[in-house]
């Protein structure tokens, strides 16, 4: 279950396993379920056995109705195989009468001349060769192969190796929010939020993006909040988190509230500062401080429970390394 929470954060792992099941479903359905169901081929195009039976059906409908220029096209349009075919059913006529066989041929040969074989049939492209299908098989096979292989690989550098107790950001966040005290807001006099939650961004978690719904006791949908990041510093991965940002969606509101959480440096650079403020007010990161954001029928309170910030070649403060937040909501009072 840790896993699948940990794929369920990372949009590439569910874009990439996506792509794999779309794949597979969509060989089995057009191998299975919804084959290519060919109408209306032209007889050069059809397999060699339907071939010689449609030159055996033709040299019969002659036998009762001898026109030679229906002949003629019905001959024309078996292609190259049509004299090998001629060949085959004189040697093996089958129900059909010899002597119908030999004037047909003197009719074709009297409007396009002598009738030579080289003893070839030609397979028709298209025309549903086994080998060809056989072929097709193995390629979708390997190929599907290949992709599990290369998802295995992908997943296995993204999430960690698991093994060896090798312990991803996504998972090392987690494990800090599920250890951390929730505040007991009814000790403090007030009433029970409508959810509160843990969240926790570490060094490393680049895609750090989480998103939680708001619902009432009953089921009733009344919004969402959540957390992301908003601005990085330098270069080089991991990327270098200098501000997050918290947004509080309320059904009831046209506006988004927002507000940026930035890295001490961050906030006294003029530089950032300006690239960020249209994404909403911006305050200056501190433990414990508190952050609050409303809307017209809701409030949320953001506390900072935890954070400590990266040392490197980087000016101080500058970036996160690790940043634990409370965020709780409740209903305004009187909506």
């Known amino acids: 279950m840790q896993v699948i929470e ?3 954060k990372r949009p590439l792992v569910l874009g990439f396993i996506a792509l794999l099941v779309g794949f597979a479903l969509g060989l089995f359905w057009g191998w299975n379920v919804q084959p290519v169901q060919w109408t209306d081929v032209p007889p050069d195009r059809l397999g060699v056995a339907y071939q010689e039976d449609y030159l055996r059906m033709t040299i019969d409908s002659f036998r009762v109705n ?7 096209r019905r001959w024309q349009s078996l292609g190259p195989n049509a004299p090998q075919l001629l060949q085959i059913i004189e040697n093996d006529p089958g129900t059909l009468d ?8 003197q009719v074709i040969e009297q409007f396009s001349g002598p009738i030579t074989t080289d003893g070839v049939v030609i397979p028709a492209p298209g025309g549903g060769s086994s080998f060809s299908t056989l072929i097709i098989s193995v390629a979708g096979i390997l190929i599907l192969m290949v992709l599990v292989i290369a998802a295995f690989i992908f997943l296995r550098r993204l999430l960690g190796n698991r093994s060896s107790g090798e312990q991803t950001p996504v998972m090392h966040g987690a494990q800090i929010s599920r250890q951390a005290e929730k505040t007991n807001f009814e000790d403090l006099g007030l009433a029970p939020p409508v959810t509160q939650t843990m ?3 570490v060094l490393g978690d680049d895609l750090y993006d989480e998103s939680f719904s708001i619902d009432t006791q009953g089921g009733e949908f009344l919004g969402e909040y959540g957390v992301g990041v908003s601005e990085t510093i330098g270069v080089g991965d991991p990327k270098k988190v200098t501000a997050l940002e918290i947004w509080l969606f309320d ?8 507000k940026v959480l930035m890295s001490s440096h961050a906030f006294s650079d003029v530089g950032i500062r300006g690239r960020l403020e249209p994404k909403g007010e911006l305050v200056s990161v501190e433990p414990q401080k508190q952050i609050i954001l409303e809307t017209q029928t809701l409030q949320l309170l953001a506390t900072v429970v935890d954070l400590e910030y990266g040392q490197g070649p980087m ?3 500058s970036y996160f390394e690790r940043l634990t937040l409370e965020l709780a909501i409740w209903p305004k009072t009187g909506s």
């Open 6 to 8: 940990n794929m369920s």
């Open 66 to 72: 001898p026109d030679p220029n229906i002949a003629l």
């Open 98 to 105: 010899l002597n119908i066989i030999a004037i047909f041929r």
């Open 199 to 201: 969240t926790t961004y």
């Open 251 to 258: 059904k009831n509101d046209i506006k988004t509230a927002t």
């Open 315 to 317: 000016p101080p403060d």
